[in-house]
């Protein structure tokens, strides 16, 4: 009799924990956001996309926890940025389709250029960087869906390839394998780059 009531007075703290993470919620989104918008717009390469990939993993993540008030969540971040890489995934696929790339914009380049940090660069390496950022991002685009997410995880965001491995659900030997693809990929579009 006294375990049953032990549990359900656990169970009764768990929902409370779990009412003060969705009642905190929006300090946890505010403190995540730039974070999470900046791993979306690395694999999604586009401004909008990347916007509406974030606002997509939040909504996941919120609803999950009001669906689940019981789950703990050890791991948070981990946790959002397997959300969001996952909703940048489906984004990827469902453009699958599509036989055209769009080019950014002038604002968007521009934009670009403006958040670069400024240190009196010469017109023509501005040009030249702009270039290269340029056929990075295209080649980038030729990748699939996964070998994009495990070099935008691994090479912009710093990720080792077993965190990589748990993000994605994957072995680290898979994730070795598309890394080893993407790279190859890579240099094979850019290798002019190299004096080949």
């Not at 890489?85 to 670009?112: G, H, I, M, Y």
Request: hydrophobic share 45%; net charge positive.
């Amino acid at each position: 009799m006294m375990n049953m009531k032990a549990a359900a007075v656990e169970l009764e703290a768990a929902k409370r924990d779990t009412s003060v993470r969705i009642a905190d919620f929006a300090a946890w989104m505010a403190s995540e956001q730039r974070r999470i918008y900046t791993l979306c717009l690395r694999m999604l390469r586009n401004d909008h996309d990347a916007d509406s990939a974030t606002q997509d993993a939040f909504l996941k993540a919120f609803r999950t926890l009001a669906r689940s008030p019981e789950m703990v969540i050890e791991e948070p971040a981990k946790w959002l940025t397997r959300i969001a890489v996952n909703t940048c995934l489906d984004q990827l696929r469902s453009r699958r389709w599509q036989f055209w790339k769009r080019r950014p914009s002038a604002a968007e380049e521009t934009a670009v250029l403006e958040r670069a940090p400024a240190n009196d660069r010469s017109a023509e390496d501005l040009l030249a960087a702009r270039d290269l950022g340029r056929r990075l991002g295209t080649a980038l685009e030729k990748l699939s869906p996964r070998q994009r997410a495990v070099f935008v995880l691994r090479h912009e965001d710093g990720k080792s390839l077993v965190e990589i491995g748990e993000l994605l659900n994957l072995d680290v030997g898979t994730v070795k394998g598309h890394m080893a693809r993407a790279l190859k990929k890579l240099r094979e579009e850019l290798r002019d780059l190299y004096g080949c």
